[in-house]
């Protein structure tokens, strides 16, 4: 079965940085490409990044331009997202995601992670 | 970047009815529609992928259509579990963009 296990949430102050981790099993995982999606408290969903299986191809929101770094580790079958200067609104559920399609970097998010709470504040 | 809206932003409804949510994008995103079901507390779950292609294991009273900009989910008739709130999905084009979800509840 495919399972997608995050970790590495928890509190940190304005301007702080924090990295969480997703490791995958259950199916090859560098032949997919991942993501990170965020929810902030009572709200929708916003996706934050994106990497294809080889790394060759990433994708931020603009929110996390400049700011965030989305890297994996294909022998250790993780993905992590390392943030930086993080502030309040940085505050969510931090959930990894596989994308469906096998080729490119777009596509549904056919399984999700349980997701990894990050809380910004002094 | 593709803004999404859906509407009704929630609604009340029975076991046994019929649900229909729709989905609109800002610019013509072709079929690169998906909706997702989350229930509180849980991560999203796939529904429906590319406008209209039920995910397996997705029982059959869900249902999408639509293309372009307008998009439309059905739940044919409402089952218990079913109750969650629905989001919309774009991924036509970078950045991937979301509806804001519909909450269904009783």
């Known amino acids: 079965d495919v399972q997608l296990v995050e970790s590495g949430g928890g509190l940190v102050k304005p301007g702080g940085s924090l990295r969480v981790s997703c490791v995958a099993s259950g199916f090859t995982f560098s032949s997919y490409s991942m993501t990170w999606v965020r929810q902030s408290p009572g709200k929708g969903l916003e996706w934050v990044a994106s990497i294809s299986g080889t790394s060759s191809s990433i994708y931020y929101a603009d929110s996390a331009k400049g700011r965030f770094t989305i890297s994996r580790d294909n022998a250790k079958n993780s993905m992590f997202l390392q943030m930086s200067s993080l502030r309040a609104e940085d505050t969510a559920i931090y959930f990894c995601a596989r994308l469906a399609n096998v080729v490119v970097i777009s596509g549904p998010f056919d399984y999700w992670g349980q997701g990894s709470l990050v809380t910004v504040s002094a | 970047d593709i803004q999404m809206t859906q509407s009704p932003s929630s609604l009340s409804a029975s076991v046994g009815d019929r649900v229909t949510i729709t989905c609109q994008a800002s610019?013509?995103?072709?079929?690169?529609l998906n909706w997702y079901q989350q229930k509180s507390g849980k991560a999203p779950k796939l529904l429906i992928f590319d406008a209209s292609s039920l995910e397996p294991g997705v029982p059959s009273r869900f249902s999408g259509s639509g293309s372009g900009t307008h998009f439309t989910f059905t739940i044919s008739s409402l089952q218990p579990e079913d109750f969650a709130t629905y989001y919309c999905q774009q991924y036509d084009a970078f950045p991937v963009t979301f509806g804001p979800g519909t909450k269904v509840d009783v």
């Open positions: 610019q013509d995103i072709r079929r690169y």
